[in-house]
Nanobody, 127 residues
Framework: QVQLLETGGGLVQPGGSLRLSCAAS????????MGWFRQAPGKERAFVAA????????SYGAPVKDRFTLSRDNDKNTVYLQMNSLQPEDTAVYYC????????????????????WGQGTQVTVSS
């Protein structure tokens, strides 16, 4: 079993930045894919970004590309999502997800590709 803990959410003004962390514990291993999804009020959960542990290949959803950046710390089994130029439409609960498979790129944006999910962290962008 893998446990995922997201931290770093909060309230930020438009144009501001936040960094989310997702720490994996339990039988995390080091051969898996980790992703971020978000769910805004009244909307379905949407893909944000993902990274494959094996080759560090990253994928980003269109709404966040060029504003959000993924990075990782192998020793800590932690993935970071640096979010810059935040806008009110980025307001959502952000979820970390993982799978022990190195997903093909066409699969990283699919919720059903992931086996483990965190509880989520709220990000609110408002003046």
């Amino acid at each position: 079993q893998v446990q995922l803990l997201e931290t770093g959410g909060g309230l930020v003004q438009p144009g501001g930045s936040l960094r989310l962390s997702c720490a994996a514990s339990g039988r995390a291993g080091n051969s898996y894919t980790m992703g971020w999804f978000r769910q805004a009020p009244g909307k379905e959960r949407a893909f944000v970004a993902a990274i494959r542990w094996g080759d560090s290949k990253k994928s980003y959803g269109a709404p966040v590309k060029d504003r959000f950046t993924l990075s990782r710390d192998n020793d800590k089994n932690t993935v970071y999502l640096q979010m810059n130029s935040l806008q009110p439409e980025d307001t959502a609960v952000y979820y970390c997800a993982s799978t022990r498979r190195n997903l093909i790129l066409s699969a990283v944006a699919q919720e059903t590709s992931y086996d483990y999910w965190g509880q989520g962290t709220q990000v609110t962008v408002s003046s």
